[in-house]
């Protein structure tokens, strides 16, 4: 693709980075080959017979891994301190024999507040205060992580750990709400202890009580003011570990797992800066991850891989070790296969992770051989993580952006981005996890659209606008948005049974006029919405029949261009889901490039289930992206759709075989096609457009 302007600002920077900083700044930002670690469990490390298992093995296999990071426990409550010390002292030897085998060692503490309440009698005494649910139930394996008792407690704990001398240190995703629920069901955040009230109080500027919060828990204000404690603790908590590390070690990088949670403040940029320093120049890892323990639903593996990429999205550009979470956690080997825990790996690189961190060997008495499989797989695909990190690096995600935003965590009626994004990403359109101006398409939800303003909902619709009849109703509202000018449509009655849809005549269908798509009703009770026009240059893209073929909506899908020149897309009939027929998924993707005025920057153009990623350009306009088969059949003759000037693509394919393709078409509008000629299922290729 093209983007003369961003290109000469990319340039205009790079000689400002060169002139200035000199060039090791900008090569610092763009990782030369991915980052991998295993993680290795208590178990094995704390035997002699297994950790030497361990060597034994990932010395067949030289080039799998960089580094091994040691887990301090295998339990989920906090262990007390002398045991950790003693552990420390224990790894202190383990790190230097892994060092002796050429590679890196760090140690990943698993609970530095604790999560779930196992083996206790073994754990942390009960004179450390215990972090509280809203309704006041103990958690018995959770610290508060306010109080002095606790600081006391992580400066013993951590400075143990930076003594036994590892090259990085990791602090797990321990540190998290959401470990607990209460009686009444409500989420547990951080901690409600007597304490922590007081610290909240705070920020209510007034008395407050666990009754208070309860009652007003959906409370926008109540919301915010919740996640600002969660976010604030944590950095209170990175302040004191980052100081405490760094007089061990000055130049020891310190790591953070993530998930997506929105009642946490999602203040990645924040926490990330504390933890490099108070000059800011400290190295900082980022482990984002999410739940995917084992395949039984594939399309959880690429839910898990649009969350990390909302994660990633977050950080600031120069953290560049990003290690996706993969963890087959219970560990049982059948659960997932060594081909879709490397196919993770390669997922979550596609969406902006540099690495990952494989979690995957046994957590139970068991001898490492039977794991060998499992290495010898992710061996045999390291060549494709590394040349894939190196094509795409730091370069943000670049398509249709499903509207979020992490205040989204403020709202009870929480946007369902998820929900808005993987089925469009199934069938091939780019997905975008900041705003992309370039290609200006929005997926939006009516959720997002209630806690904007009216200026900003009004900005909303100058753009490429894909959404559904919720949505509409909502921005149509008189007493609220009264955004009907650019809506174009409104509420036109609602079809309860029998409704089919009825793709019409019109260019964008092309030749797929007259097919019909029925979600039947009678199973799956989603209302069907008519739609009817207000505006006279709305055109119908659906139409809705009966069983009897006779029509009962006009409209249920249309389109119409606005006065402010965006465009809009209102989609009446299932918005979200089941694009998987040829027709359908040619009149979606049909519909977003027209949403986007031909700026979509790609797309899949086969009649395929492949996911595919692309990334913002380099200053030299070269870009790439992944696609995925996320089938079990192979995709033979498939076609991509690129928006470049350049006649050639290099396509590699997952054993890093490289097919250069020229583009056998272009368009009016400036797409070229190119055809590759084999997907195979559950297989990835990275495109490569110079
Ligand atoms: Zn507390």
Known sequence: MKSCIKTNKLLILLFFATTFLGPSFLEAKEPASASISFRIGHNIWSDDAHFNQLLEL???????????????????????????????????????????????????????????????????????????????????????????????????????????????????????????????????????????????????????????LKENFDAPETLAKIREFTSDSYNQLFSLIEETVHQVNPDLPIGFMTGERYDEGYDFARWAKTLAGPNGDREVYWRPGGGFYDQSSMSALFGKSHEIGRQVSLLPPEITVIQSEIENFPYQLLMKSANVTTLEAVSHIAVGCTGAAFNVLTGNNEPLDEYEDMVATIAERRPFFDLAVQKLGRKPNIGVFPLWEKEDGNFPNRTPVQALTSCFSEIGIPIAYTFHEDTNVVLLSRAYLSHKTPEEAKNIFQRGVYTDLDAVNLANDPATYKLNDLTGMEYGGEIRVDGIEKIEEHPLNGAFANRTRDLRQSFWREPIYSLRKTRPNVETLSSCIDYGGNQTAETIVGIYENSLGGRICINGYYPWSNFYSYSKQSQIRAIIRWLSKDRLPGYVDSFAKINFWLREPGPDGSFAGIAINSNYDAVREVAIMLKTDSDFIDVYDYNCQKTTISSSYSDKDGYRRFIISEIKPWEPVLIVCK
């Open 58 to 212: 990932f010395d067949k296999y030289p080039n799998v891994t960089d580094e091994f990071t040691f887990f301090t426990q295998g339990t989920h409550a906090p262990i007390t301190d002398e045991e950790l010390e003693r552990r420390c002292l224990h790894l202190k030897k383990r790190i230097a024999e892994t060092h002796a085998h050429g590679y890196r060692a760090g140690i990943n503490i698993l609970c530095t507040i604790g999560q779930h309440p196992e083996d206790l009698p073994h754990s942390i005494g009960p004179e450390f205060p215990r972090a509280q649910t809203i309704d006041g139930t103990i958690a018995q394996a959770t610290l508060c992580p306010n109080n002095d008792m606790f600081r006391k407690r992580i400066r013993r704990i951590y400075k143990a750990i930076a003594d036994a001398g590892p090259d990085y240190i990791w602090i797990d995703d321990d540190v998290r709400t959401g470990h607990m629920l209460d009686s009444s069901g409500t989420p547990g955040s951080l901690c409600y202890c007597d304490n922590c009230m007081k610290i909240l109080a705070q920020k209510f500027d007034k008395e407050i009580t666990r009754e208070y």
